[in-house]
């Protein structure tokens, strides 16, 4: 059963990084494009960060870089000058043709 576990969330002041991790089970990682979505509080789900198995990339929001480790099976969001908007719910998935996996969330909250 294929599993995404994300860690690395916490509470940081403004201006700090963060560093959030998702490892993989039961699936192989050179296989999907994974991305990187948030959700604040009343709003919708939208992409922090996208990396194709191409090594293509697209960002929703700058000052952070998607990356991923095949060997450990683990992807990583690295996240720098963080702001209180940035505050939110982190979501790790991955996707390839019709199989579409999510983690449950990681929460990052941003203090001024």
């Known amino acids: 059963q294929a599993q995404l576990v994300e860690s690395g969330g916490g509470l940081v002041q403004a201006g700090g990084s963060l560093t959030l991790s998702c490892t993989a089970s039961?699936?192989?990682?050179?296989?999907?494009?994974v991305a990187w979505y948030r959700q604040a509080p009343g709003k919708e789900r939208e992409l922090v960060a996208r990396l194709y198995t191409s090594g293509n990339t697209n960002y929703g929001r700058g000052q952070c870089t998607i990356s991923k480790d095949d060997a450990k099976n683990t992807a990583y969001l690295q996240m720098n000058s963080l702001k209180v908007e940035d505050t939110a719910v982190y979501y790790c998935?991955?996707?390839?043709?019709?199989?579409?996996?999510w983690g449950q969330g990681t929460q990052v909250t941003v203090s001024s």
């Open positions: 998935n991955m996707k390839v043709y019709r199989s579409d996996f």
């Open positions: 039961g699936m192989n990682l050179r296989l999907y494009t």
